[in-house]
C-alpha cells in the first residue's frame, strides 16, 4: 500500500505539471491580458504593469518563475517582509531557529485584477467555505442517492422503485438554476423556516446543500440501483441465497459492496468538483466561494488566479481518485494495487 501511495503521489506531481504547462501556454495564447479595459490604459502605464509582473519576458522564463515561486521553499526569519508579491500558503513556524523563523512554501502570486490581494489570500478566505459547502452538499447527495438506489434495485418494478426513480429523473432534469430559487421562495420568503441567503450559519447551510446535493443525488441513486441490479443476477449472489443466507446478509455482505464500486468512482471527482467551488449555488445564495472568482478570473484573464484554481481543482481531483482507489481495495478484494 506504502507503495501504491508514493507512486500515485509521484504521478499527481507529473500530472499537476502538465496540467500547469498546458494551462500556462493557453492563458497566453488567448489575445489580450489582464490589463486590458474597456476604458483602456495608457501605453506606459500597461507596459510598467506589465514589467512589473514579469509579463514581458520570454514565455518559458515566465512559467519557471511561476513554478519556482510555488515549488521552491524558502526558511525566513526577520528579514521577511510580507507583500503582494511575496505571500506564501505554507507559514509554519521553526522555533529552533528563532522566534522570527518560518518555513514559507507556495507562493501563487499576487491577483493581477485585484491588486490588494494575493492568490494565497483569496484561498485562505474562500476555499474553506467553498469546502464546507461542497462537503455538506456532498453528504446530501450519498445519504439521499445510495439509499434510494439500493430501495429502488430491492424493490424492482414496484411504486417505491417507480417513486425513487422518479424522483431521480425529476432532479436531474431541474437544474440548480431553477431549484434553487424555488427553495429560497418557499422556504426563505413565503414560510420563512431558513434564510434565503448568506453563509456562516448551520440554518444558511441547508438550502443551498440541499439544493446543490439533491441534484447529484439523483445521479448516484440511478447508478446504484444499476449497479445494484446488475450484482444481484451475478452467480455467487444465487449461489449465497442457496447456501441459505438471510437476504440481508446477501445484500450487504456479498452484493452492496461490489455494486458500489461504480458508485465510488463518480463521488471522487463529484467531491473535487464540489469542494472547489460551485458558481451558481454561490451566486444565488450569496455565498463568498471559489467558485464565483474562478469564472470572474477567466473573464478578467487574471493569469494567476486561474492558474492557481485550475492547479487547486486538478490537486483535489488526483487526490480523490487515489482515495477511490484505496477504497477499492476494502470493497472488493480480488483488486490489487500493484
Known amino acids: 500500500m506504502t507503495v501504491f501511495i508514493i507512486r500515485r503521489l509521484l504521478w499527481m506531481a507529473l500530472v499537476l505539471l502538465v496540467v500547469s504547462a498546458i494551462t500556462f501556454v493557453l492563458l497566453r495564447a488567448v489575445p489580450g491580458g489582464p490589463f486590458n479595459t474597456e476604458r483602456g490604459v495608457p501605453a506606459p502605464v500597461q507596459r510598467a504593469l506589465e514589467e512589473k509582473f514579469n509579463l514581458t519576458a520570454p514565455l518559458y522564463q515566465q512559467y519557471l518563475k511561476y513554478l519556482s515561486d510555488i515549488l521552491v521553499p524558502h526558511i525566513t526569519g526577520e528579514e521577511f517582509r510580507r507583500s503582494l508579491t511575496n505571500d506564501y500558503l505554507i507559514n509554519v513556524p521553526l522555533p529552533f531557529l528563532g522566534e522570527e523563523a518560518y518555513f514559507r512554501w507556495m ?26 459547502l461542497g462537503l455538506a452538499a456532498l453528504v446530501v447527495a450519498v445519504v439521499i442517492g445510495v439509499p434510494s438506489g439500493v430501495v429502488a434495485a430491492l424493490k424492482r418494478n414496484t411504486w417505491l422503485d417507480y417513486a425513487s426513480m422518479g424522483i431521480a429523473i425529476t432532479g436531474v432534469s431541474i437544474s440548480i438554476i431553477v431549484s434553487a430559487p424555488v427553495l429560497q ?23 443551498p446543500a440541499f439544493a446543490l446535493g439533491f441534484t447529484y443525488s439523483a445521479l448516484l441513486a440511478r447508478l446504484t440501483r444499476a449497479s445494484l441490479l446488475q450484482v444481484l443476477d451475478e452467480d455467487y449472489i444465487r449461489t449465497a441465497r442457496a447456501k441459505g443466507l438471510s437476504e440481508r446478509i446477501v445484500v450487504s455482505l456479498h452484493a452492496l459492496k461490489n455494486a ?33 472568482y474562478f469564472v470572474t478570473s477567466v473573464t ?19 487526490l480523490a481518485n487515489m482515495a477511490v482507489d484505496i477504497v477499492y481495495a476494502w470493497l472488493d478484494p480480488r483488486i490489487r494495487l500493484s
Not at 186 to 207: D, R, Y
Not at 300 to 318: C, K, P, Q
Open 300 to 318: 478578467n484573464r487574471d493569469f494567476t488566479v486561474v492558474m492557481g484554481t485550475i492547479l487547486l481543482y486538478a490537486g483535489f481531483l488526483v
Open 260 to 292: 458500489l464500486i461504480p458508485v465510488v468512482t463518480v463521488i471522487g471527482p463529484l467531491f473535487a468538483l464540489l469542494v472547489t467551488g460551485t458558481f451558481v449555488a454561490e451566486t444565488i445564495f450569496g455565498i463568498p466561494g471559489m467558485g464565483r
Open 107 to 132: 507562493n501563487f502570486g499576487p491577483s493581477l485584477r485585484v491588486r490588494s490581494r494575493t492568490v494565497n489570500q483569496i484561498f485562505q478566505e474562500n476555499l474553506p467555505v467553498s469546502f464546507q
Open 185 to 207: 421562495y418557499l422556504f426563505g420568503v413565503q414560510w420563512k423556516l431558513l434564510p434565503a441567503s448568506g453563509w456562516g450559519t448551520f440554518q444558511q447551510a441547508i438550502l
